[in-house]
C-alpha cells in the first residue's frame, strides 16, 4: 500500500422523500496535490477503516491555483462500506 495524503468533501446533497421512506446521497469527493500516483480505479482506506473507489480520471486539474502552495486534482469516489 502508499500512503498519499488527501482532503474528503461532502458536497452535492440530494434529498428525496417517498412514502414512508426519505434519503440524502451525497457526492464524496476527494482533493489530492497534483502528481501524487492515485488514479481511476484505485482504492482509498481512511484511517478509520472506511473504503472508497475512486470513480474515473481526475474531474478538474488546475496548474495555476494553488492552496497552501500546492496545487491539486479532484477525484469523485464512491463509498464501499456496505
Not at 457526492?27 to 472506511?50: H, M
Request: some cysteine; charged content about 20%.
Amino acid at each position: 500500500p502508499v500512503t498519499v495524503e488527501v482532503a474528503f468533501a461532502w458536497g452535492g446533497v440530494t434529498v428525496s422523500a417517498g412514502g414512508r421512506r426519505d434519503s440524502a446521497e451525497f457526492s464524496p469527493t476527494v482533493y489530492a496535490p497534483k502528481g501524487s500516483v492515485l488514479q481511476a480505479r484505485d482504492r482509498i482506506e481512511r484511517v478509520n477503516g472506511e473504503r472508497y473507489a475512486i470513480v474515473g480520471h481526475a474531474m478538474w486539474d488546475q496548474p495555476g491555483i494553488s492552496v497552501f502552495g500546492q496545487s491539486w486534482v479532484c477525484f469523485e469516489v464512491e463509498s464501499m462500506n456496505g
